[in-house]
């Protein structure tokens, strides 16, 4: 790269700093020092998206004001503060540049939903919710795939002998089945090539730190695109909406419009009626790669972090079977009984809170100049609220760092939960699949726990302390002990 031109740009985004720090102005909340282009990140420790949520920043107060890349970014380090923002529709606008509205979505235009906000995210988010309800969470979806789903995985599990690795890919398949199965009406074999591209995939988008960095330095696709990964990035990006658009297609050349099969076909139903401009294929492909990218890795991450806190508390996996035997014995779990299976419950929202899956909320902004707290954040701050912050507060926790589900009891056993327990985020942004995806783990867990007991091997106790955090926590690989009930 020509050098005259990147001492052009460092000037450029010099001024535009410059010019940032001075609207900030004293009413801006307090932070770490910033530098041009590159922002707060060297001031910040850990790694990851827990740069921005950890130690360096929680010492500034309820409020934590900060740069990514020339972008002013508030943290919200008080739960109370924090609910009364995500309330309202001026802090829940999301980041737009390049990234979003190019290299991420199709034709300039930012779709689908995460990313989107406005009339356009509020359209999209309501009709898809409505599709979740009716192919996700209805008796048929539940019974036909959900629990195949979980079986699946206890099949793989036993064909690997009795020492098995658990890594990304294990639950990875069956839980990217149940979204698949909802939106394409099929679900897909391990070695299916479709399957194994999605997969690698959707697994490089999440590990890929320029990912990350291509939020909020938009610029960064200026620098080595090759080597730092952002063309292969772009490339990923553009064979899954390719095969989404394919599969789409085959929907449309067979689509009986009385008779909707799964979401594509509904989509299909609603863009054919012409009743809203806003329904068309290139949303559509955006809304299901959306739910995809955000349902699957996180949900898979969480039950691998299941299987690892039931290996290294025995006396708890031991408690979660008792409950399964004294309610549903052998037989297949079914939604209804989750009331009954109040511990079980409890394990999961434990393993929630403390693997804290995702650190933060997805990156929101502000629609205009808003006051808050006395402080002011200009039009377009980022935010983020501090969700791993709110779930281990001792002020909030009795010993938050202790692995402790009976925490999610009260006195006549039942679950409960307090409103800081917040691993899928809180507000009008709150995570679109909650439900879906807490069917999905209350059921692969009873599964698991019914049919499988895990043990460590000796020498090998799996560390939850070791994890890779890019945009989410994830487990490092570990080895266990599996045995048939
Ligand atoms: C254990 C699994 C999951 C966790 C921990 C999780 C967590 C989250 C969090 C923290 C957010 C950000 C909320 C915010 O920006 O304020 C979010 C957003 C979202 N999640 Fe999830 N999620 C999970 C599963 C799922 C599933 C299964 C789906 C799909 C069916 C899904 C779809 C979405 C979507 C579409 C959004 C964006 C919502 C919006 O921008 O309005 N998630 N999730």
């Known amino acids: 790269m020509d050098a005259t031109f990147i001492l ?13 720090k001075r609207s900030r102005n004293t009413r801006f909340p307090r932070g770490p020092p910033s530098i041009p282009l590159i922002g707060s990140y060297p001031f910040l420790s850990g790694v990851g998206i827990e740069k921005f949520i950890g130690d360096s920043i929680k010492k500034y107060g309820a ?5 990514m890349g020339t972008t002013p970014a508030v943290i919200i380090n008080d739960w109370k503060i924090a609910k009364r923002m995500f309330a309202k529709d001026e802090f829940c606008g999301r980041v737009k540049n390049y990234t979003t509205e190019w290299a991420r979505s199709m034709g300039g235009e930012n779709l689908g939903i995460v990313t989107t906000d406005g009339d356009r995210w509020n359209t999209q988010r309501t009709f898809a919710m409505k599709q979740l309800k009716i192919f996700g969470l209805s008796k048929k979806h539940l019974d036909v795939t959900i629990l195949p789903q979980a079986k699946e995985s206890i099949q793989y599990l036993e064909s690997k002998g009795d020492r098995v690795e658990i890594n990304s890919t294990v639950f990875a398949v069956p839980v990217l089945n149940v979204l698949w199965s909802m939106m394409t009406g099929i679900s897909l074999e391990r070695d299916n090539v479709e399957m194994v591209e999605l997969l690698n995939g959707l697994n490089f988008l999440f590990s890929s730190k320029v990912f990350l960095m ?8 200026f620098v ?7 063309n292969r990035r772009v490339n990923t990006l553009k064979s899954i909406q390719a095969m989404l658009k394919r599969i789409i297609k085959e929907h449309q050349d067979t689509l009986d419009e009385n008779d909707p099969r799964d979401m594509i ?7 054919n009626s012409q009743k809203d401009p806003e329904f068309s294929v290139d949303q559509l492909v955006m809304t299901c790669l959306d739910l995809m990218a955000a349902g699957s890795e996180t949900t898979s991450t969480t039950l691998q972090w299941i299987v690892e806190y ?8 031991e408690a979660c079977y008792k409950e399964i035997q004294e309610n549903i014995k052998e037989s297949d779990v079914r939604l209804e009984d989750t009331d009954s299976l109040n511990y079980c419950q409890a394990v999961i929202a434990e393993v929630q809170r403390l693997s804290a899956v995702a650190v933060a909320s997805v990156q929101h902004t502000t629609t205009q100049q808003v006051e808050v707290e006395g402080y002011v ?3 377009d701050c980022v935010l983020l609220s501090n969700l791993k912050l709110f779930m281990t507060n001792p002020g909030l926790w009795v010993e938050p760092l202790q692995f402790n589900p009976s925490r999610f009891l009260n006195e006549a056993g039942e679950f409960t939960k307090p409103e800081y327990f917040v691993p899928f985020g809180h507000g009008k942004r709150v995570c679109m699949g909650e439900n879906l995806a807490k069917s999905e783990l209350i059921v692969f867990t009873v599964t698991l726990i019914q049919q499988l007991k895990f043990e460590s091997i000796p020498g090998f106790e799996p560390d939850v302390n070791n994890y890779t955090a890019g945009f989410t926590r994830i487990p490092s690989v570990f080895n266990v002990k599996i045995s048939r009930r």
């Not at 939020?215 to 696709?221: A, K």
């Not at 076909?265 to 863009?271: N, R, S, T, W």
């Not at 039931?310 to 996996?317: F, I």
């Open 214 to 221: 291509s939020m909020m330095l938009p610029w960064i696709r």
């Open 63 to 67: 409020l934590t004001g900060l740069y």
């Open 377 to 379: 954040l200009p039009k």
């Open 224 to 230: 080595f695109p090759n080597l730092t990964g952002y």
């Open 310 to 317: 039931l290996v290294l508390y025995p006396e708890v996996q």
């Open 265 to 271: 076909d509904a989509f299909l139903v609603e863009i």
């Open 8 to 20: 052009i740009v460092l000037f450029i985004f010099t001024l535009i700093h410059l010019y940032n």
